[in-house]
C-alpha cells in the first residue's frame, strides 16, 4: 500500500480519536465504547461503500481502508506495551500491594477457572472439539487493560475498586497468552489431548521469566535516566525503548510473558525513577507516556473495531446461541471466583474482605476488547488451524468483546451509581464540610487583600463580600454540624497528611540538588512505609516505622565489622556519608513538617490533633538529633562540612531563583541568564562531590586528641595510630566481658561507656581507658563494659601499650594513678611481665629510631 495513503488514513484516525473524547464527554459515555463504535462505523462504511452499485467515488478510499497492514502483531508487540507500560507507571503500587491477593486471584486463578468453564460449556452447543473449546475459552477469559483502564477511568468508582480491576487488567494476560500459546500449539500439532502439566509447567515460567527480566531491565533503565538528568529528552528516549526491549527479549529469547515483562518495568520505573530522576524530568516523562497511552489506546480500539465488519461477515444465526453461550459461561466463571474462592481467601485470612458491592462492580466490570481481538486474529490468520475452528474463534470471541463494551461498557456508570459507590464515605463527607470551610475563609483573605489593590465599585465589593459571607457561613456551619470524624481518624488523616507532605518535601530537596538521588530514594521508601503504617495501624505503627527509618542498617554495622577486623574502609566511608546526608535531610523535612502542621493541619482537625501531631514530630526530631550528634561525635569535623555544604547549596537555589526572576521581568536577557546559570551549575557540580571522609586521618587526629599521648611526636603519633584499631559502637553494644582474658587496652575517644564492676557502675567518657589494669596483672576482666552511646574508641594490644607506657610518661602515670586508686601494686608484676613478653618488631624499630634521634 501507498505510503502517502497510510500517513492520510492515520492522520484521519488521530483526528478521530481527538473527537471522540469530548463528544463522549457530551454523551456521558466511555471514550473506548465511542471508539469502538467509530471503528466499526469505519470499517462497516468501507465495506459497503466497496461493494455497493450506487457511487464508485470513495472506491479508493474504503480499498484502502479494507487493504489496511493490520494484523495480530501490531497490537501485541507495538500498541499493548505502550499502554501496559504508561498504566504501570501511574498505578499507586503502595495501595495496591494491600490488594495483591485479590489482585492475582482475579489475574491467574480466574483465568484457568473462565478458560475451563467457557469450555466445557461452549463445547455441547459449537461441535468444535474440546481443545478448540479450551482456545477459545483462553483467548475471551483475558480482560483487556485498554477496555478497562480506559473504562474505569472515566468512571466515577472508588479508589479500591479501579486498583483492583485494573492491577487484573495487567495481569492476567500473561496466564490467559501462556494457555493460549500452548492450546494453539497443540492443535497445529494435531495433539487432541495435550498433557496438563505441560501447561501448567509453562504459565510459572512464563511469569516468572517475565518479572525477573522486566525488573532487572528496568533498575537499568533507571540508573541510566538517573545519569541523564541534564537532558531530559534522552531521559524519555530511554524509556520509550524500555517496555519493547523488555517485551522482546522476553517473549522471543526467553518464551515468557511479554505483557508481564512490560508491566514489571513500568512498575520498577514506578517505584524507583521518584528517587532517581528529577521531579521536572519526570513529570515530562509522565507527560509524555500520558500522550503516547491516549493515542495506543485510541488507535487500538478503533484498529480492532475495523476488523469486526469482516469478522462477523460469516456469521449465522447459530453463532448468536454460541455468544451468549460465552456470555453466560463467563459470568459464571467469574462469580465462581468472586463469591466461592475469595469469600475462603478472606476467611483464612489471606485477603483483606472485598465487600458485595464491590464484588458486583467487578463481575460486571470485566471487559474485553483489544488483546482478545488480537489473539482472534492470530488464529484466523494462521494456516494450520482447520476452517470452522477459525470462523467460530472469529465470531464468537468479537461478539463476546461487542457485548462487553456496548452493553457493560455502557452500563457500568450506572451499575456503580446504582450501588452507590460513587459516593463519598461518611468520614470523606465530614472531612470535605470542613476543608471547604478553610478553604473559603483563606479565600477571602486573598481575595479582601487582592480586591484593596483593585479601582472597583464599592457598592460591588460590598455586595459581592455578603454575598461571599453568606457562602462562608453556611460552610462553617456545616463543619460545625459533622460529627462523624472521631479523634482518631483526624489523627490518622493528619499522619497521612504529614507523610505525604514529607514525600513532596523530599522531592524538592532533590530538584534543587540538596539530596543525592540514592538518599532521595530511600527517604521516599520510608515516606510510603509512613503512609501504610499510619493507614493500617495507627499511631504506634507510625512511630515504630520513623524509627526503623532512622535505624542504621545491617549493611552498616557489617561495614563498621570488616573496618573493625580486616581494616576495609571503602564501604564504611560511603555509607557514612549516606548516613549524614540522610539524618541532615530527615532533620530538614521534619522542621517544615512542624511549619505544615500549624498552618494546614491546625485548621483542618483542630488545635488537640495538631498537638498530637506535634508531639509526634518533636519526638522525631529529638531521635533524629540525637542519632546526628552520634555521628558528629564519632566522626569531627565531617557532618560541619556537610552542613557547610547544605548552605552552600541552599543559597545558590535561591540565587538561581533569583536569576529566573529576573529573566522573567524583563531584567536581564536570555543569554545573560544562560551564561549566570552556567556558573550555577559548576559551582553545584563541585558541591555535588561529597566531602572525603578520610577514616586513616581520623584516627591520627583521634590519637593526637588524648592528653595520654601529648608527650610523643608527630612520627610516632602517626606509627601508633597506624598500629591502632578504630572501633565503632552504638548504644548497648558490649566491648569488654568480665571474665575474659584481656589481651588488648581501650581508649574512648567519643561518646561514653559503662562499666559495671562489683562495687557499681562506673562512666568513663573522652580520654579515659579501661582493661589496662587487667593486661599488667595478667588476670581476667572484673568488669563488663558496654556503650552508652555513639562512640569511637582505638585499641592497642598487650605488648604495645607496655611499651607506649615507656614512651609516654603522661600514659605512664595515668596508669599509676588509676592503680593506686584502686589499691593495686603494678611495680613487680609489671616488670615480670615486661621481661617475659617480646615487644613487637615496629616497637623495637620505633625505639631504634628514637635512640638515633636522641
Known sequence: MDLVVIIAILTGLFLAIALAEPLAARLRLPTAVLLAALGMAIGGGAAWFWRTDVTDALNPVALAILNLPISSDVFIYVLLPILLFQVSLTLNLRRLMDDWVPVLTLAVVAVLVATVVIAFALQPFSGLPLLACLLLGAIVSTTDPSAVVSIFRATPAPQRLARIVEGESLLNDAAAIALFSVFLVAIQSGDSAPDPLTVLLQLPWMIFSGAVVGAVLGRLGVAAMGRMNAFPLAQLSVSFALPFATFLVTDQLLAGSGVVSAVAAGMTVNLLAPGRVAPPALTLLRDAWNLLAYWAGGLIFVLAALLVPSALAQARAHDVLLVAVVVVAAFVARAIVLWGILPLLTFARLSPRVERAYRVAILWGGLRGA????????????????????????????????????????????????????????????????????????????????????????????????????RLNQAVERADEATDILDKDRVTLGMVAMAGHERDLVLDAFRDGLISARVAERMLADADRLIEAARVSGRSAYRAQARRALGRGRLLGLAEWAHTRFRLKTGLQTLIADRFELLVGHQQALRALRRFVERRILRIHGRRVASLLQDLLRSRIEET??????????????????????????????????????????????????????????????????????????????????????????????????????????????????????????????????????????????????GHLSVLQKRPRKATVRAISYTTLVTVSEAEFRDLMQQAPQLAAAVKASAEKRGVSLDSKAAKAEAATPAPLWVTQLKEALRYRS
Open 371 to 470: 488483546v482478545t481481538l488480537a489473539l482472534a486474529l492470530a488464529v484466523t490468520e494462521n494456516a494450520a488451524i482447520p476452517f470452522e475452528v477459525k470462523r467460530q474463534v472469529g465470531i464468537v470471541a468479537t461478539g463476546f468483546v461487542l457485548f462487553t463494551l456496548l452493553v457493560q461498557g455502557t452500563t457500568l456508570r450506572l451499575l456503580i451509581a446504582k450501588l452507590r459507590l460513587d459516593r463519598l464515605s461518611p468520614l470523606d463527607r465530614a472531612l470535605s464540610e470542613q476543608v471547604v470551610a478553610v478553604a473559603l475563609q483563606d479565600v477571602r483573605e486573598t481575595v479582601a487583600d487582592t480586591v484593596r489593590q483593585l479601582d472597583l465599585t464599592p457598592a460591588i465589593i460590598r455586595e459581592e463580600a455578603v454575598r461571599f459571607g453568606e
Open 625 to 770: 538529633g540525637r542519632e546526628l550528634e552520634g555521628l558528629r561525635i564519632q566522626f569531627p569535623g565531617y557532618a560541619e562540612e556537610v552542613e557547610r555544604r547544605l548552605i552552600r547549596r541552599l543559597a545558590l537555589r535561591q540565587e538561581e531563583l533569583e536569576y529566573d526572576q529576573y529573566t522573567q521581568d524583563g531584567l536581564i536577557g536570555p543569554e545573560l541568564q544562560m551564561s549566570l546559570q552556567q556558573g550555577i551549575n559548576e559551582e553545584r557540580a563541585r558541591l555535588a562531590d561529597r566531602p572525603r571522609l578520610d577514616l586513616r586521618m581520623q584516627r591520627v587526629d583521634i590519637v593526637r586528641g588524648f592528653p595520654l599521648f601529648s608527650g610523643l611526636d608527630e612520627p610516632t603519633l602517626q606509627q601508633l595510630a597506624r598500629r591502632m584499631r578504630t572501633v565503632y559502637a552504638k548504644p548497648g553494644d558490649v566491648l569488654a566481658r568480665r571474665e575474659d582474658s584481656p589481651d588488648r587496652v581501650w581508649f574512648v575517644a567519643s561518646g561514653a561507656v559503662e562499666a559495671e564492676l562489683a562495687d557499681g557502675r562506673h562512666l568513663m567518657g573522652h580520654g579515659e581507658m579501661f
